[in-house]
């Protein structure tokens, strides 16, 4: 009820205003928008900002063109946007400011099981096993849940039901993926020297 409420407080079509500022308008309430939510805003709460009739789509893509030259972006992620620092400015981020947590910090090994995972959830430890050769350990698993990475997928049919892991949301925004589907195809793995596992 209070949502309806604060909506209702906000003038969405500006129709005082002439159609090229009234863009402009809406353009600078998704970007307010974008940077005051540190998650993913979807499509659908955008459109509570905007007159009925504008396009969500084309105004992210107006706003990102503005952002041109910046050193931040907008990032399509889990089915919303977000502002994103640009890659080329992670090394000065690390350099100059404290932001240890918020960075990925997980080993080129780690990440090889989370590609595992991402290509063959939902999976158990001995399914990660019979891809590496070897035990994947508790720990692993264990910082992969903590840094909300993976989580528990439904228990296996297989004897004993033991537990499967499945990526996450936080997954998905950690490497700037939309969804699944924008993982590479594992040719793509094969020709950057890389592979998910069979």
């Given amino acids: 009820m209070a949502k309806d409420r604060r909506e209702a407080d906000i003038d969405r ?8 500022l009234r863009w402009r308008e809406w353009m600078r309430r998704i970007e307010a ?7 993913p805003v979807p499509r659908k ?8 009739g504008a396009s969500v789509d084309l105004l992210v893509e107006d706003l990102a063109a503005d952002l041109e030259g910046r050193a931040f972006e907008i990032a399509q992620v889990t089915g919303g946007w ?3 620092t640009r890659a080329a400015y992670a090394p000065v981020i690390r350099a100059a400011a404290d932001v240890g947590d918020q960075l990925l910090d997980v080993s080129e090994f780690d990440v090889a099981v989370l590609a595992a ?6 999976i158990t430890r001995d399914g990660l096993k019979d891809i590496f050769g070897k035990e994947i350990s508790r720990d692993l698993i264990g910082r992969l849940h903590a840094r909300n990475l993976i989580g528990t997928g439904p228990r296996s049919p297989r ?12 997954f998905l925004v950690a490497f700037g993926l939309e ?7 594992r040719e793509q793995l094969l020709d950057a020297g890389m592979s998910a596992g069979s």
């Avoid at 079509?13 to 090229?20: R, Y």
């Avoid at 955008?46 to 009925?52: E, F, K, T």
């Fill in 13 to 20: 079509e500006l129709a005082e205003l002439p159609p090229d």
């Fill in 33 to 39: 928008v974008l940077f005051a939510s540190a998650s």
């Fill in 45 to 52: 709460d955008l459109a509570r900002i905007v007159g009925q």
């Fill in 82 to 84: 977000m502002f994103r």
């Fill in 117 to 122: 995972i991402a290509y063959h959830q939902p």
């Fill in 159 to 170: 004897r004993g039901a033991p537990y499967t892991f499945v990526t996450t949301e936080q």
């Fill in 179 to 185: 969804n699944l589907r924008d993982l590479p195809d």
